[in-house]
C-alpha cells in the first residue's frame, strides 16, 4: 500500500513538473554574443537534474532546455550570475552546481562515491580473506 502511495505521488510530482516546464517561453538565443557566453558558462556551472551527470549545457533533456531558457530570461532582466544561480540553488538545492559547496549537506555528494568504492574494496577484502581461508582448511 505504502509503496503504491508513493508511486502515485511521485508520478504526480512528475506531471506537474512537466507541466509546469512546458509552461516556460523564453529564448533558446540571446541576441548579444556577450549575454549569450555568459548564459553557455552558467549552463556549464549548473548539473541537469533529471540527467544528474550532465551539465544544463550538455544535456538533451527537456527540463535541461527549460532551465536554460529559464537562465536567459534571467539575464535579460539583468540579474547577475550569483542572483540566478542563488535563484536555482533555492529551488532545487545545492545538487544543481556541478561544484557544490563543501558543507554538512553535501558530505554525501562529495565523499559518497570515496565511502562506496572504501566500503566495497573492505568487503572485496574480506571475501578474499575468507575464500583464501578456507581453501587453506581443505588442503
Not at 38 to 44: F, G, I, K, T
Not at 70 to 82: K, N, T, V, Y
Not at 106 to 123: D, N, Q, R
Amino acid at each position: 500500500m505504502l509503496r503504491r502511495t508513493r508511486r502515485i505521488l511521485l508520478a504526480l510530482v512528475f506531471v506537474s513538473a512537466w507541466g509546469a516546464a512546458q509552461a516556460l517561453d523564453g529564448p533558446d538565443k540571446l541576441g548579444d554574443p556577450a549575454l549569450e557566453a555568459r548564459a553557455a558558462e552558467l549552463q556549464r556551472q549548473l548539473r541537469c537534474v533529471v540527467c544528474q551527470g550532465q551539465s544544463l549545457d550538455e544535456s538533451n533533456a527537456p527540463l535541461a532546455a527549460d532551465l536554460r531558457r529559464l537562465i536567459r530570461i534571467h539575464i535579460q532582466q539583468g540579474e547577475s550570475d550569483a542572483q540566478i544561480e542563488g535563484y536555482l540553488v533555492a529551488r532545487y538545492g545545492d545538487f544543481i552546481l556541478m561544484k557544490p559547496p563543501l558543507e554538512l549537506d553535501t558530505y554525501a555528494l562529495w565523499f559518497g562515491p570515496l565511502i562506496v568504492l572504501l566500503v566495497g574494496g573492505v568487503g572485496a577484502g574480506i571475501v578474499v580473506g575468507r575464500a583464501r581461508a578456507r581453501m587453506r582448511e581443505s588442503v
